[in-house]
């Protein structure tokens, strides 16, 4: 079987997340651990077999905060006895009462195992609830078999955030929702915010629970990723706070469509034509700038660097550059932008990242290739490469100029791909 | 005693599935974990260092709810007929974790079915993502021993094999090289159980006169062997040349034999590791071994307490960890139990050459 196929043989159903699974050596992408790592003083409990726990506390060993997890592991007696609530209650006891500093959160990870053991859970948080009332309990999971309709990614963004309480909403006050990296000044939503006073709450800036649990007060509730949207809908329903849903998009007019609704969401004017003439052009600029250095030299794109794979390779495409392949696995963008590409660059390369077929290709290319993200860079065989996950902290104008001087300098300046990229959890600096 | 299950502040070994994929590793088959998610790249991340460098087919299955409430095997059977098919693996092995534990996954019927389809041999080896490493490896090995290995083999004086050896204990080449050259030095011939080795080698397992068992994982296999080709075994890890020395008697004896000693339960020097590891180390050093137990683990309060009384410690850097007491703590990495996470401090530690005093003095 093929590794790869062009997209005008493509469907737009196209899904390679089927089948058998291969697992690459690019560890970028954050897991469950890390997200949750996020909330100050907390402590994250996981109660899973052996199999499940080893990468969990491996990569709590590797980020040096191994005081900040435990783990009830799941032993055959469990399944036999029926005795998983005892289990995950005396040990979640056993825990609090041993740790030297109590956290103020406890994040409890149960398994797939749980699901299928219908496992009575809620009851033993409410329990825990009762006896140690200075602590909030959050039920998280760790159910990879529900990744079809729940995967535990998006869901763990929506539970981390279950704590946050009803509050009066501060009109100068906004939150963003369910991010990985702080998000400043390479982001137009953050530099318009900050020119109209309007203060910005991040989990990824907070130092301190009570500082976190201030979230409650913000007036609106930002996402800007695909896995925040069920934090943002579930903070709408149960706080009121207004969800507006940021698209990471490569279209100039539908970032200034969004960057609207977003000003009145929050009460402030939307930036001026003037503004957005004077973006437009900065970024355009900035997009020739890394054009004349880049040139012809190929461009690989992955979907683990950022949200759209398919809009930003178009964006590239049709402002000059050759893009050749995108490393995808499954479609879930506009198929207007499907269709607009299979037009731009009919032979544009398709190429699964975890399907069993991907294993034995061969990786390399003739000749020099720009990748951007770690998947792409590790297929093409690349040190030229842009190292990022989930387009960092870059949004809107701001942030397609912060891409441009990251390929600029990815092109010029090779960097050490084989080691970079097997570091779990980049950028994760809890 | 405390509750094995809780760990407050430790690490866990890592699990049977990942014994299985590191003991076939080099042997050129495919091997698919039944499981959601995880269990590889918790694999081919912590547990294998040979990942980034080579080609070997080691897959998930990506068993979802719908297929595991439905308990509908053929999206299994026919996903591995699939690759299969394209990419010509010698053998297919299938194990799994624990939804398919639960929901009473035929794996021997599951493989027949997909041999049948296929013309390609396949191992059921039935893990359930509950055990240590130590069972998935000793499962695989005998499961692959009683499948390819010429049983009726004439013996071949002065053959070994040695059992158990998988990069999840030993890590580096070096070290399997070390075992190895042990045993070459003494005028043996030697096959390893399954680093550095071909398929072919290994099917000549039942030619060996004796099998030295240097892990835990190489019980298993060993006992098999013993049963059905009368082939005895030497437990031990040829740590240095007292212990190298001792298993090169041992082997002569054509008896079975355990050459650790019995340990002393007052030992201050607590060696905390694989258990044949653990007990050879502390033969040589008159201390004391603390190994995890395979369904178990280590009990955190046992381990906790026993740090507590120890005036060394020679373990893995991650027992330090909620160490009570005033231990000199000598760290030496497992891999089986941190990972790649101190791999680079993995010493070649088999070998006549290895001085354990003189290692305590360069980390103390």
Redesign the interface.
Known sequence: ?KEWQLIKDTAYEYNA???????S?A?GVWNIVHIGTLVPESHQIFVC???????V??TT??MGA??QM???????D??LEGNMEE?LH??TR??LD??PVKPRMVMIFT???H???AVNYQRVYRLLRQEYPDIDFVDCY????????APPDPTLRRQIYRVIGKADHDPSAVNFIGNEFTMTENCDLWLHLQQNNITVRDITACDTYDEFLRTAEGSVNFTFHNAAAKAGRDMELRLQQKWIAMRPSYDYDVIDADMRSASEAAGIPAPSKQEITENRKKTEEAVKKALAVIGDTPVSVDHTAVDRPLEFALFLLEHGFQVESVYIDVFTEDKNIFERLQAEKPDLKICPSLN??I??AERGHEGKILAVGQKAAYFNDTDYFVNIIESEDMYGYAGIRRMMERMIRACEKPQNM?DLI?I?GWGCQC | M????????T????????GVCSALYELGGMT?LH????????Y????EPR??DS?S??????????T?VLGDDSVIIR??V??AK??KPRFITLCG???PH??AFDYRGVARLIEKETGIPVLPVAT?????YVSGAGLAMKEWIRRFAERKAEKIPGRINLLGVTPVDFSRQENADAMKKVFTDAGYSVRVFAMGETFENLQEAYQAECNVVVSSAGRNPAQYMYKTGKIPFVEGVPCGEQMAERILQAVKTGTNQYVCDDYDPEGKILVIGEEIFAKSLASVLKGKPLYPDI???LDEDLLLQEMEKAEMIIADP?FR?GRRGNAVFIPFPHEGY??R?FRKDIPVFAGKEFDIERYIREKK
Not at chain 2, 11 to 18: E, H, L, R
Not at chain 2, 128 to 132: A, E, T, V
């Open positions: 079987m997340d089927i089948g058998l699974s291969y697992s050596p560890r077999p052996t199999s499940c726990l080893r990468g506390v491996l060993a590797e191994m005081d435990s783990t009830i592991t799941v032993g055959e469990n399944i289990e005396e040990g056993k825990i041993s740790l398994s797939c195992i699901h299928f053991l760790m159910d990879p078999i529900m990744r079809r309709t069993w077929n294993r034995r084989r097997q779990k | 405390g509750n094995w299950h809780t760990h407050v502040f690490s866990t070994y890592t699990a049977d599935v990942s698919v499981d959601p998610s995880g269990c590889n790249s918790t081919t991340t912590h547990d990942w980034y080609d087919l080691m897959f998930i299955s990506g068993l979802d709810e719908m595991a996903d591995v699939r690759a394209d990419l974790a624990s939804i639960i929901i359930d993502g509950l055990k240590s369904d178990e683990g991650l960890y941190s990972g996470l």
